[in-house]
């Protein structure tokens, strides 16, 4: 009986042995394709490893700028926003003063016009004042004021 249990400890010695090797073996296996893939296979071309980072750099700088020109545009489209706003209300604030603003009240379209594109306010005051579009008024040496638009 005792050979028998001497027998079965060679045995799991043995098989414990074998799979350090095999352990042994996997790892240099593994260590050599790490290697493989970190250096580069000549001078002049890049290693895998080398391939692969600049690969994810270019992916994350293209959602970086992409973040970053998103951002801009919003704050100029925010700035442009607030001055035509601005520019609305002073158009309308004009309108108002003069003799017409009560005609511009009652008409809500052509508030709604100036509001969006102020420099339409000198037509609409010549127009609601019973001048004709598209003839400004002569000026000192005969020549017609243009109309101003702001696109």
Not at 58 to 66: E, K, N, P, Y
Not at 100 to 111: D, F, H, Y
């Amino acid at each position: 009986m005792a050979n028998l249990i001497l027998s079965f400890l060679l045995l799991v010695n043995v098989l414990t042995l074998g799979v350090i090797l095999l352990a042994i073996f996997k790892l240099r296996a593994i260590k050599d394709q790490v290697k493989a893939f970190i250096t580069p296979v000549s001078p002049d071309s890049p290693s895998e490893f080398a391939k692969l980072t600049d690969s994810i750099s270019i992916v994350f700088s293209r959602a970086m700028a992409a973040q970053v020109k998103t951002t801009l545009m919003g704050i100029q489209s925010g700035q442009v926003r607030a001055q035509k706003a601005v520019e609305g209300d002073i158009a309308e604030g004009i309108a108002e003063s003069t003799p017409i603003g009560a005609a511009l009240t009652s008409i809500p379209a052509v508030r709604k016009a100036l509001r969006r594109n102020p420099g339409l306010i000198d037509i609409a005051m010549r127009v609601l004042s019973g001048g004709i579009p598209g003839q400004g008024k002569t000026g000192d040496n005969g020549s017609k004021e243009q109309a101003r638009f702001k696109l």
